[in-house]
């Protein structure tokens, strides 16, 4: 990717992270069934360490597996006091991702 500004997580490579703020964002996407514009919450993960580097990005997930997974640390941020190794397995709505909170 060019400008490396939102992370894609690759099937089965586990990608290292550090996230330094989050935010929920309403976007109008294209539903796939209706071709119609739907508004859909989206969980944007502000990124400044990726496999060890100094960043400036997001990943952003609109699917609910994933973003259950931060639950329990988003209203404190409590994921800042963690390294998080994100592994992303499948296709489309069958994708599940393995996340692993490490203490810094």
């Known amino acids: 990717m060019v ?3 939102t992370v894609i ?3 089965g490579v586990p990608t290292r992270f550090h996230f330094s703020d989050h935010h929920i964002e309403t976007r109008t996407i294209t539903d796939a ?8 919450n989206t969980l944007v993960l ?3 360490r990726l496999d060890g580097r100094a960043v400036e990005a997001v ?3 609109m699917a609910e597996g ?4 931060f639950e329990p640390y988003l209203k404190d941020k409590s994921y800042k006091n963690y390294k998080i190794i994100i592994t992303q397995r499948g296709d489309g709505f069958l994708r599940k991702w393995t996340v692993q909170f490490i203490p810094r």
Request: glycine letters at 8%; zero cysteines.
């Open 3 to 5: 400008l490396q500004n």
């Open 9 to 11: 997580l690759q099937d």
């Open 33 to 40: 069934a209706t071709q119609q514009g739907v508004r859909r």
């Open 46 to 48: 502000n990124v400044d």
């Open 59 to 61: 990943l952003t997930t």
């Open 66 to 69: 994933l973003a259950g997974k």
